[in-house]
Structures are given as structure tokens and as C-alpha cells.
């Protein structure tokens, strides 16, 4: 019967990797396309939407058949904890790729003056550092491994710094040229669901580091 | 010793002949409240458990080393009274075996033996037992009738109302619900919850959600050692010992 519990557990722990690989693809996709000015790579981003809701259902739905079948304790208890926090923070930032992909289907325009300003507030290093945040947590769950997360404090404090600065830049940005405040305000949210995006990948790291070591921490 | 213990087990030692059943089993057991102790069949749980009111002195070729203190005194010492501590430490086994006699006979069984004969205070003692052991609403009207026409569960109650009709301080229950189906083993857990108001209650259970239910401390055995002690949410949410976790996670056992 164990047996039984721990292959449905590994496998459960794959399908959430899957998930994660199509949350991160969309928030990844949506910085690409607000980088090329990309519509067509937005409009793709916002369709994903649908399994991403689909995935989160179905998979929370199944870790809690789990729970109800086999009341898993110990270290088997805490990876249902952990996977469930990674679902949620999955369709979170699943849906904060989807959020960016809607900035850049509002804020289309060829003209380069605009798009440069992608760059110059630097949002797609903001993206970079996020994404890799991601991805560490992520492979600190899958491995269940804590040295992938053991920088994510100060790594989550750069990102807040970043955004910081960005939103200073933009102001200053906005000042000089008022038809830009509605771009900037824009751009300034994406920089607003990226830091989101650092926090959940923190929230993820808590709890690896709770898996692996039953001892709760808050990484801020 | 902190003043809420009971009983307590030093280096504690037992052979079957040549074989070593307990391996230096040292705890302390809080009164007040219910101690599990779990582990895979042949660990030595029940062994332990029956060295408590020295049921293992009717064991052939049983030998003990170490000590147990009840109360700060080895129940082992030369001059202690085995009655006397199987008053004070009753046990409640797997399969209800209640006399085959009336229910009032079979609460008032010990009392008498221990020189009650008054049947006023008989019928009060039997009546507060059959309240505590949550049965007596069930039975107040057949006390007359044999006890062997009860439910499985009703007749491990009737047990557990036996015990308590000697006033024990600790009551010790070997897998008391494993014959029983999940209605009477839930009226046995509540009372177990009612119990530890007043009794120390040790309990050994193959059912570790049971352990994790009913108890305040846990005990896991294995190959007759205690491999991990400590409180039941610790031992069930994150264990010291890797032989603990996958024991409870059911990796092996």
C-alpha cells in the first residue's frame, strides 16, 4: 500500500514539474514579447491561461485525493505541504506572465522611442533575475536539494532594489515626456508582478527548506 | 524526574531464555496523559508494555534486568507486591475477555476480590465505572445479563470498566480496538481522551493513526530498542531518526 502511495507521490511531484515548466514558459514568453514588441507571442502567452487553470484544479485536486486516501505524516506530509505551495505559486505566476502578456497587447507600438523604454528601465534583467529565482526553487523542490535555495533572501533583495530603482527611473522618465505616463505606469506593474513573482519563488523556497528540514523559516 | 512522571524505565533489559527482547529501554512516562508506543511486529512494544504491572513474571525463562519506577520505586525490587501493582497498573488486552458472568459480576470482580463485600458500595462502584468507561447508558438496564452477550466493543468497554473498578492510577491497553470494527474503536479512542483526564494511559497500537489520534507522546520500537521517543506531533510531523521516518511513512515494517 505504501508502495502504492509513493509511486502516486513521484508521480503527482512530475505532473507539478510539468506545471511549473508551462507557468514559467508563459511568464518567460511575455517578458520576450515585451522585449521584440512581440503580439502574436503575447496573444500565444494569454491562450496558455486555460491549462494553467486546468493544471491547478486537477493537480490540487489530486494531492488532496491523496491526503484523503493515505494521510501521508513525516517527510511524506511535508512534500504534500511543499507541493501544494508550488501549485499555487505556479498559477500565480503563471498568470502573472499572462498579466505582462495583456501590458504588451495594450501597449503596442512600433515606434522604437517607445519599445527602448523596455530596456532602459531594465525589465528584462529584472525578468532574468526573477526567472533564475524561479528555476532554483524549483530544482531545490525537484531535487530536494537546499543548496539551490540558500541565496534566495539576498537575491530576493536585489530584485526589490531593482524594482526600487525602476520605479524612480520612471518617474523621471514620465516627467520628461508626459506622453509616456500611461507606458511607464504600465511598464512599472510589470515591474510590480516580477518582484510578485521573486516573493512566490521565496514562498517556494520556505518550503523546500520545510521538506527537507521540518523546521520552518521565513525568507524575506 | 519531573513531578509529573510515573513511571519510569532504566536500562531496561528482558531475555526469553537466550533471546534479548528489550535492549536498554530508558523513558520517562507522564502521568495525565496517553503514551503510544509503536513499531513492527516482534519490537518488543508489547514486551515493554507487560513489564509495567509485571505480567512477564508468568512468562517462563523471563529474566529483567535494569529497573522500572512507579512512583519513584522499582516495581521489581525484592518485596514488591505484583497484586498490589496490577491494582494500581490494570491492562486492557486485544481481545475483550470479560468473564463469562453478568456485567454488575464482572465490574464488581475486583473490588470484591480486593475485600469489598457491601453491596451499596458495590453497586456505586460499578456504576461509577460503567459511567467512565462510557457504557453504562448502554448497559444500566441488562446488568443482570451476561456479559457475553455484548458487542465486541460494548465487551471492551465492559473491560476497560473492570480495570477501572480498582481505582488504577495507570491503565495499560495492548491494541485494545484491533478486534474491534471502526465505530467501536472510535467510542474506544474518545474514551481514551476522557480517560487521560484522570489516568496515565499507555497504549501499544499497530494503527499509527491511532497512535497519532489518541496519544500526547510517542514511542517507536525496533528490534527491541526505543529508537525515538518525544511528543507524538514532533514524531509524526518531523522525526529525529531516519528508522522513525521510514517506519511511519511505511518504507518498511
Request: hydrophobic fraction near 35%.
Amino acid at each position: 500500500m505504501s508502495e502504492k502511495f509513493h509511486a502516486e507521490l513521484a508521480g503527482k511531484k512530475k505532473q507539478i514539474l510539468v506545471m511549473s515548466a508551462h507557468s514559467r514558459s508563459m511568464l518567460r514568453d511575455s517578458m520576450v514579447a515585451l522585449e521584440r514588441n512581440d503580439l502574436r507571442l503575447a496573444e500565444s502567452v494569454k491562450k496558455r491561461k486555460e491549462e494553467l487553470t486546468h493544471l491547478n484544479e486537477t493537480l490540487e485536486e489530486e494531492i488532496y485525493r491523496l491526503i484523503a486516501l493515505y494521510q501521508p505524516v513525516a517527510r511524506d506530509m511535508r512534500m504534500i505541504v511543499c507541493s501544494l505551495k508550488v501549485i499555487a505559486a505556479n498559477e500565480r505566476i503563471g498568470r502573472y506572465g499572462k498579466d505582462i502578456a495583456n501590458v504588451v497587447i495594450k501597449t503596442i507600438n512600433n515606434e522604437t522611442k517607445y519599445t527602448d523604454l523596455v530596456t532602459a528601465l531594465s525589465l528584462p534583467h529584472m525578468g532574468d533575475l526573477v526567472l533564475s529565482m524561479i528555476d532554483d526553487a524549483l530544482r531545490g523542490y525537484e531535487l530536494e536539494d537546499l543548496t539551490y535555495i540558500s541565496h534566495h533572501s539576498e537575491r530576493d533583495d536585489r530584485v526589490d532594489a531593482l524594482r526600487h530603482t525602476i520605479f524612480r527611473e520612471g518617474i523621471t522618465y514620465m516627467m520628461e515626456d508626459p506622453r509616456l505616463i500611461t507606458r511607464c505606469t504600465n511598464y512599472l506593474m510589470v515591474a510590480r508582478y516580477l518582484e510578485r513573482c521573486a516573493d512566490h519563488s521565496c514562498k517556494i523556497a520556505e518550503k523546500v527548506y520545510y521538506l527537507v528540514t521540518g523546521e520552518r523559516i521565513e525568507i524575506k | 524526574m519531573s513531578e509529573s512522571t510515573i513511571l519510569t524505565t532504566e536500562n531496561l533489559d528482558l531475555w526469553y531464555g537466550d533471546t534479548r527482547a528489550l535492549r536498554s529501554v530508558s523513558i520517562e512516562v507522564k502521568d495525565r496523559h496517553v503514551t503510544a508506543l509503536i513499531g513492527p511486529s516482534g519490537c518488543g512494544k508489547s514486551t515493554l508494555i507487560r513489564c509495567f504491572n509485571r505480567m512477564n513474571d508468568l512468562v517462563d525463562h523471563c529474566r529483567i534486568s535494569g529497573s522500572i519506577n512507579y512512583h519513584g520505586k522499582n516495581i521489581y525490587a525484592n518485596g514488591a507486591d505484583p497484586v498490589e501493582i496490577r491494582r494500581a497498573i490494570g491492562m486492557v488486552f486485544q481481545k475483550p475477555n470479560p468473564f463469562p458472568k453478568s456485567v454488575y459480576e464482572n465490574v464488581a470482580y475486583g473490588p470484591r476480590v480486593h475485600g469489598i463485600s457491601d453491596r451499596k458500595q458495590l453497586d456505586a462502584i460499578v456504576e461509577k465505572s460503567l459511567r467512565n468507561a462510557a457504557l453504562w447508558e448502554e448497559v444500566k438496564d441488562r446488568l443482570s445479563e451476561s456479559a457475553m452477550g455484548l458487542s465486541g466493543g460494548q465487551q471492551q468497554r465492559l473491560c476497560i470498566a473492570r480495570t477501572l473498578a480498582v481505582e488504577p492510577e495507570v491503565i495499560l491497553m495492548d491494541e485494545p480496538c484491533s478486534a474491534l470494527d471502526p465505530i467501536a474503536t472510535s467510542k474506544i479512542e474518545s474514551l481514551i481522551d476522557e480517560l487521560k483526564k484522570n489516568y496515565c494511559v499507555i497504549i501499544v497500537t499497530h494503527n499509527m493513526q491511532q497512535a497519532s489520534r489518541v496519544s500526547d507522546y510517542t514511542g517507536f520500537m525496533y528490534l527491541g530498542e526505543m529508537i525515538e521517543y518525544g511528543e507524538t506531533a514532533q514524531i509524526f510531523e518531523n522525526p529525529n531518526k531516519e528508522l522513525t521516518e521510514n517506519y511511519i511513512t511505511g518504507r518498511f515494517g
